[in-house]
């Protein structure tokens, strides 16, 4: 599993903290005023310090990491139906609750096995769903930002219109309600939603 920093007894995920990164990263939030908006504050130092990080990079290890980064925002549905030792290599990458049942069901694996970043990357594509077109959901969803607070709103549509516009409002709004899935054009976007409404619902605030 990977390892989790801990913030005043609540625990902060490495993927939490990358999905916090993107969001920074997508808005042009360079240095995370408005990402770390709203957020307890050894997260938003933790944010802040990771862009830092980044900031010192050169440009092309600052894109090496952005496309890492990218890589691991393809959704993996929490339903994937995976052979066991697979879905043990990607039990880090789901929810905490899904990924210990995923592991507790896994056969152990071979020693001295090492999990490269293509074998995880090949499959989180196996593992998503060979979507159908989603298009007329996200439209639907997308009026649906109304309902979130101005502030919230204003960033979600931010994110969307760097993406496309109405199909990644939609796509966003679905993340955010906790919807997965989606098509091959959308389904990052959703994956992007829900990691905005962990940083929103969070316990530790």
Same mark, same amino acid.
């Not at 990263?25 to 770390?36: C, E, K, L, Y």
């Given at each position: ?86 879905? +043990? ?58 309902? +979130? ?22 796509? +966003? ?33």
């Amino acid at each position: 599993m990977q390892r989790r920093p801990c913030y005043s007894g609540s625990v902060l995920s490495t993927a939490f903290l990358d999905g916090l990164v993107f969001a920074a990263i997508v808005q042009d939030d360079r240095h995370g005023p408005t990402a770390s908006r709203g957020l307890a504050p050894k997260v938003g130092a933790a944010l802040r310090e990771r862009l830092r990080e980044l900031d010192a990079l050169t440009r092309a290890q600052r894109h090496e990491v952005v496309r890492a980064l990218v890589a691991k925002l393809v959704a993996i549905p929490t339903d994937a139906e995976l052979p066991p030792r697979a879905a +043990l290599i990607l039990a880090p990458s789901v929810p905490r609750e899904v990924g210990r049942r995923w592991a507790a069901n896994a056969p152990e694996v071979r020693r001295g096995f090492r999990v490269t970043r293509a074998v995880k990357s090949v499959l989180r594509h196996l593992a998503a769903p060979a979507g159908v077109d989603s298009s007329d959901e996200e439209r639907e969803a997308a009026g649906r930002v109304a309902e +979130l607070s101005p502030d919230r709103a204003a960033v979600v549509r931010r994110i969307a219109v760097q993406h496309g516009g109405e199909r990644a409002l939609g796509a +966003l709004m679905l993340g955010i309600e906790g919807h997965e899935g989606g098509d091959e054009a959308t389904r990052r976007l959703r994956r992007i939603g829900r990691e905005l409404a962990l940083v929103w619902g969070a316990a530790w605030r």
